[in-house]
């Protein structure tokens, strides 16, 4: 079947500090990855995306690669800021299952000054 | 970009009656929404798939009958929490499929609580 297993949190960095979230999946067919965040009070926002394989999402300085090879899609970002604090979301949508989304448990930063 | 408004966004209720949840996309039209679950440090459990003008699509263990979902437009999916009870409060958060995004577009989320 189909799953996502996230790196736990709480992740705590100062500003400017490297950021790498891991994030393993499993699935049946060929899957999209994708990163949601969470800010606090507020729902999920599409981060980045990558639809096949050595495909590399970025975006506000995250980027993810989609490694088939080891079936991950580690989230990093070089410097971190404070306002990057939010609940990050590794997830999959698999074509073959009629595209329903298989998220994982989510992984807390907060980037401290 | 796409917008889903998802109202209200904190509820509290008491045991036994029954609350409703709108989602509605706000600059497009969506045949499909989806609705969530997340408890605390978990993840979005998919509830439901919820099909314009047709019956709602339920994952496995999701009692149908106290989770209602109507959506009656392009533009609006309800979710009605019926005789609702503290188990029940939870995080609900709801997407809509805007095609372009491809990754659909997430609603802000109702925190219910159920006294």
């Known amino acids: 079947g189909n799953s996502v297993t996230q790196m736990e949190g709480p992740v705590t960095l100062s500003e400017e500090a490297f950021l790498t979230i891991n994030c393993t999946y499993t699935?049946?067919?060929?899957?999209?990855l994708f990163w949601y965040v969470q800010y606090p009070g507020e729902g999920l926002q599409l981060l980045l995306k990558a639809t096949k394989a050595d495909d590399k999402g970025s975006n506000k300085g995250f980027e993810a690669t989609y490694r088939k090879e080891t079936t991950s899609f580690h989230l990093e970002k070089g410097s971190v800021q404070v306002s990057d604090s939010a609940v990050y979301f590794c997830a999959l949508s698999d074509p073959g299952s009629g595209n329903q989304f298989y998220f994982g448990t989510g992984t807390s930063l907060t980037v401290i000054p | 970009g796409a917008v889903v408004s998802q109202h209200p966004s904190r509820v509290i209720c008491k045991s036994g009656t029954s609350v409703k949840i709108e989602c509605r996309s706000l600059?497009?039209?969506?045949?499909?929404m989806f609705w969530y679950r997340q408890f605390p440090k978990q993840s979005l459990m998919l509830m439901a798939t919820?099909?314009?003008?047709?019956?709602?699509?339920?994952e496995q263990g999701v009692e149908k009958d106290k989770f209602l979902i109507n959506h009656a437009s392009l533009t609006l999916s309800t979710l009605t929490v019926t005789s609702a009870h503290p188990e029940d409060s939870s995080f609900y958060i709801c997407s809509a499929d805007d095609r372009e995004n491809y990754g659909y577009t997430f609603g802000s989320g109702t925190r219910l609580t159920v006294v």
């Open positions: 699935a049946t067919g060929y899957p999209s």
């Open positions: 600059d497009f039209q969506a045949t499909t």
């Open positions: 919820s099909n314009e003008g047709s019956k709602a699509t339920y």
